[in-house]
């Protein structure tokens, strides 16, 4: 069973579609109510007479205006090539309501639309009836008073006339015309459960966006993980980092997705609500953070060619203990098992625990030089038996990366200097004992403290890293470079391939040279934001390039194909995503996590083709 991928796209669509009606202008005319009798049933369903939210209410979609929302999605629709839908919303609310009660409703109200059941199986919605329309509801229809709500059990003089995929609806505060509103469920026990929550209690309720989705079911995100693992992992690594992506789905309890309508870009937010006692990952994630931190200064200072960059400020190093003991637990056994000295993998580990997962403030960029990757791949492509187009593709795919910490270097350079030293006394006790190399080793990489550039200052440090292939398919011998910069109280760490670009770029940071860094470009260094867990830009190019396998033959064909994908999209893949993520207490006593993006209109083609294929 797996209803709910194919359910989750179309919420959004029903939310700005359903219900839409135009209204006939008539004088107000006094409310007749039929009489009636108050009906309680021996057995009641779980009714919520406080206006409490049902509690198998599952998901709701929430339009604070429903007419605005449909016309920007409309304009929306058009400016990025994508055609409108087929269906008006007239007629989709007929579809829904039945002609005679959509032709009171009020577009330009709150509209709420809920699902219950895990498979979405039953639904509710509450539109506002137009003011000018109340004092007819009793000429209209024939109501009948049932437990708080009016009941609408037909219409005088032809009670079958109307068709409705709802088939109990009923009115919910005619007494105050402006908060006259008209619940329609799929059946009479949910219209009972559901009514007076979706008719009242939502209307007072202030929420942030146009158009917001809220799932509210830990056990919908318990069912989300288990069916996104596969367990086809690589290595320990990816392993680790499935099972922690499958312990933070299963931590959440409720998730708000919420957009905002400008006039050339769409706002777009996911709030992440966790259970009490989260896992070690959602604990690192959610915890709060300074208000001012010096990272805005660094990621500022970043290459202005960078395909990725943000800054932010980790947790303290006591909420990050549970993270990294699991990290380095998993990291040991792993090691053990492929034959490395156990006591030198604690001495490689209290390293590595020392001089990482402390917190504080960080910035980092990811960048790839496309053109060059998108010639070289297609040269491979041509001729891929020509060993040069081979090395080239494959050296074109290694990007580069620069770090700014806020910590002394002199820390970092001897912390760095010491995991080489044992991490290559790992390598040569293993390889020179009765352990072996694995069949899953594509390649052998040494660590070596090599001679420092002339253009980088005093008490910088230089590791070239040199990696040997141990495969036929695994890629040709090449050196990384690794340089670890002073700047103050600051340091620069920079990681790639091409030397003399990198050393441009790591002077061009510790000596704040606008033209060459993210200050330069207003649309980039808008992108820091204080009191962020983490915040920055990205690009569906560059995060694409940047997770893009470069290690053996048939990655390299995989990365012709997403490459040349990517070249065909309206906008490249090039548009600039502006994020943050902020850690917030909710309401209810636990954490909670906001991440914020902005859509530009290229951005959004771009998202709208990839859909289409």
């Known amino acids: 069973m797996n209803k709910i991928p194919h359910t989750l796209p179309i919420l959004f669509a029903l939310g700005l579609s359903a219900c839409a009606s135009p209204r006939p202008a008539v004088p107000p005319m006094p409310v007749e109510v039929a009489p009636s009798r108050l009906e309680v049933a021996a057995t009641p369903p779980?009714?919520?007479?406080?206006?409490?939210?049902?509690?198998?209410?599952?998901?709701?979609?929430?339009?604070?205006?429903l007419e605005m929302s449909w016309k920007n999605a409309e304009r929306l629709l058009r400016v990025i090539g994508v055609g409108s839908p087929g269906l008006s919303p007239d007629i989709l609310a007929m579809g829904m309501l039945g002609p005679s009660v959509a032709s009171v409703v009020d577009l330009t109200g709150q509209v709420d639309l809920a699902f219950f059941g895990t498979d979405f199986e039953r639904l509710a919605v509450s539109i506002p009836v137009a003011p000018e329309m109340v004092p007819?509801?009793?000429?209209?229809?024939?109501?009948?008073?049932?437990?708080?709500?009016?009941?609408?059990?037909?219409?005088?003089?032809?009670?079958?006339?109307?068709?409705?995929?709802?088939?109990?609806?009923?009115?919910?505060?005619i007494e105050d015309d402006a908060r006259a509103r008209v619940v329609c469920a799929s059946d009479d026990e949910l219209l009972e459960a559901a009514g007076l929550y979706l008719g009242r209690t939502v209307t007072r309720e202030a929420?942030?966006?146009?158009?917001?989705?809220?799932?509210?079911?830990?056990?919908?995100?318990?069912?989300?993980?288990?069916?996104?693992?596969?367990?086809?992992?690589?290595?320990?690594?990816?392993?680790?980092?499935?099972?922690?992506?499958?312990?933070?789905?299963?931590?959440?309890?409720?998730?708000?997705?919420?957009?905002?309508?400008?006039?050339?870009?769409?706002?777009?937010e996911a709030v992440l609500g966790f259970r009490q006692d989260p896992s070690v990952l959602s604990r690192a994630i959610s915890a709060r953070v300074p208000l001012q931190s010096e990272s805005v200064a660094s990621f500022a200072r970043l290459p202005k060619d960078s395909a990725v960059a943000m800054h932010g400020h980790a947790a303290n190093a006591q909420a990050l203990a549970p993270l990294r003991d699991e990290f380095l637990k998993t990291f040991r056994g792993e090691m053990v098992e492929d034959g490395y000295d156990s006591a030198l993998l604690d001495t490689f580990n209290a390293n590595v625990s020392s001089l990482f997962f402390t917190g504080g403030s960080y910035a980092f960029a990811y960048g790839i030089d496309r053109a060059a990757a998108e010639k070289a791949l297609a040269a491979y492509k041509k001729d891929n038996k020509k060993p040069?187009?081979?090395?080239?593709?494959?050296?074109?795919?290694?990007?580069?990366?620069m770090f700014a910490i806020e910590e002394p270097t002199e820390r970092w350079t001897r912390g760095i200097e010491e995991i080489v030293r044992v991490g290559n006394e790992l390598d040569r006790k293993r390889l020179g004992g009765a352990a072996s190399v694995t069949t899953a080793d594509r390649w052998s990489t040494t660590m070596n403290v090599a001679a420092l550039p002339a253009a980088l200052p005093k008490g910088s440090l230089h590791i070239e890293i040199k990696s040997r292939p141990l495969t036929k398919d695994a890629a040709p011998a090449h050196t990384t470079h690794l340089?670890?910069?002073?700047?103050?109280?600051?340091?620069?760490?920079?990681?790639?391939?091409?030397?003399?670009?990198?050393?441009?770029?790591?002077?061009?940071?510790?000596?704040?040279?606008?033209?060459q860094t993210i200050a330069g470009v207003p649309d980039l260094v808008n992108a820091a934001s204080q009191g962020s867990v983490a915040a920055g830009f990205a690009s569906i190019a560059?995060?694409?390039?940047?997770?893009?396998?470069?290690?053996?033959?048939?990655?390299?064909?995989?990365?012709?194909?997403?490459?040349?994908?990517?070249?065909?999209?309206?906008?490249?893949?090039?548009?600039?995503?502006?994020?943050?993520?902020?850690s917030e207490v909710a309401q209810h006593g636990g954490s909670q996590v906001r991440m914020k993006a902005k859509l530009s209109l290229p951005v959004l083609g771009d998202i709208a083709e990839m859909a289409r294929r």
Not at 388 to 401: D, E, H
Request: proline share 3%; aromatic share 8%; hydrophobic share 45%.
């Open 46 to 65: 779980v009714v919520s007479l406080n206006g409490e939210a049902p509690t198998d209410m599952i998901a709701r979609l929430h339009a604070e205006n």
């Open 136 to 173: 007819r509801l009793g000429q209209m229809f024939t109501l009948h008073p049932q437990r708080g709500l009016l009941r609408i059990t037909g219409t005088p003089g032809d009670e079958d006339s109307d068709s409705t995929s709802l088939g109990a609806c009923a009115f919910v505060g």
């Open 542 to 582: 560059g995060v694409t390039l940047w997770f893009l396998d470069d290690d053996h033959d048939a990655a390299l064909e995989k990365a012709a194909q997403e490459i040349e994908s990517l070249a065909t999209l309206p906008a490249r893949g090039e548009g600039i995503i502006p994020w943050q993520i902020v």
């Open 388 to 401: 040069a187009n081979r090395a080239a593709a494959f050296r074109a795919l290694r990007g580069w990366a």
């Open 207 to 268: 929420l942030d966006g146009d158009v917001r989705l809220e799932l509210q079911s830990g056990q919908l995100f318990a069912q989300i993980a288990d069916e996104a693992s596969d367990g086809n992992t690589n290595d320990w690594a990816e392993a680790a980092g499935e099972q922690w992506a499958m312990s933070f789905f299963r931590d959440i309890e409720r998730l708000s997705l919420v957009g905002s309508w400008g006039k050339t870009d769409i706002e777009a």
């Open 483 to 515: 340089y670890v910069v002073p700047d103050g109280s600051r340091t620069w760490i920079g990681l790639g391939e091409d030397e003399a670009p990198m050393l441009v770029r790591l002077r061009a940071a510790r000596e704040g040279i606008t033209e």
